[in-house]
């Protein structure tokens, strides 16, 4: 299989990887964007995969995967709705901040150094796979590893950034070179992937999607909220035919 990951990527954010669970510091935005992204994911699973479930702990028992997990932010919140969380990242630094995350906090995730194309074939029943696909190299064959990683009946979570010329003005010029939000060169414009791209990608895999919401930033108080519009980024929640 073609390999998904770039080793710019990997050693960006190995440099960043001491300051992922710092609120404040660079990584802010992920923090900000965790606690929008969890309840939608969350929310959905309850919707569509545990309509029945009450409680604090709705997903007891479910295997989840989490990709490019960074130093585990939604790994973490996943593990404490009672999820099995295996997670992965290709940045060795991230890996080992993560573990020692999850130990000072008691919680058991299976940590992994690679990418999707290490893992074995044993599908899992949610698959998250947010903010990782403007990253990867070999796109179509990394989504679709990711699907075949989605069980029968399981669900997978995409979130990313729309391609057009607002999400250049948003995502790369404001956030990067004026409010200096993200350091330069996160992001290549050529790498986003529109939704209608997502889910033809996701079809193919033979997973539908179900749900999409807009993610959107107030650059005066700096707050992140999920919505209906989807012209910069966005999420989805697709569900395995």
Not at 25 to 40: D, E, S, T, V
Request: proline share 7%.
């Amino acid at each position: 299989m073609t390999a998904t990951v770039n080793p710019e990527e990997i050693e960006r954010y190995n440099q960043l990887a001491r300051t992922w669970w710092d609120p404040v510091g660079p990584m802010w935005p992920l923090h900000r964007l965790n606690a929008a992204r969890a309840p939608f994911v969350e929310q959905a699973i309850r919707t569509h995969l545990r309509p029945d479930t009450v409680g604090e702990y709705p997903l007891t028992g479910l295997r989840v995967l989490d990709i490019g997990c960074g130093a585990g932010l939604l790994s973490e919140s996943m593990a404490r709705l009672g999820a099995v969380v295996t997670a992965v990242d290709p940045a060795p630094r991230n890996i080992e901040i993560a573990k020692s995350h999850a130990r000072s906090g008691g919680l058991d995730i299976d940590y992994r150094c690679g990418a999707v194309e290490d893992l074995d074939a044993e599908p899992y029943d949610v698959v998250l796979n947010m903010e990782v696909v403007e990253h990867v190299e070999a796109l179509p064959d990394f989504m679709a590893r990711c699907c075949a990683l989605t069980a029968p009946g399981g669900m997978q979570f995409v979130a990313t950034i729309n391609r057009n010329p607002l999400s250049w003005l948003v995502a790369i010029v404001g956030a990067e070179y004026v409010l200096r939000w993200l350091p330069r060169g996160t992001h290549q414009w050529r790498k986003f992937v529109t939704p209608e791209e997502t889910a033809k990608m996701l079809d193919s895999g033979g997973l539908a999607v179900v749900e999409k919401r807009g993610v959107s930033v107030n650059p005066f108080n700096r707050s992140i909220s999920v919505g209906r519009f989807t012209g910069v980024n966005y999420m989805v929640a697709a569900l395995r035919h």
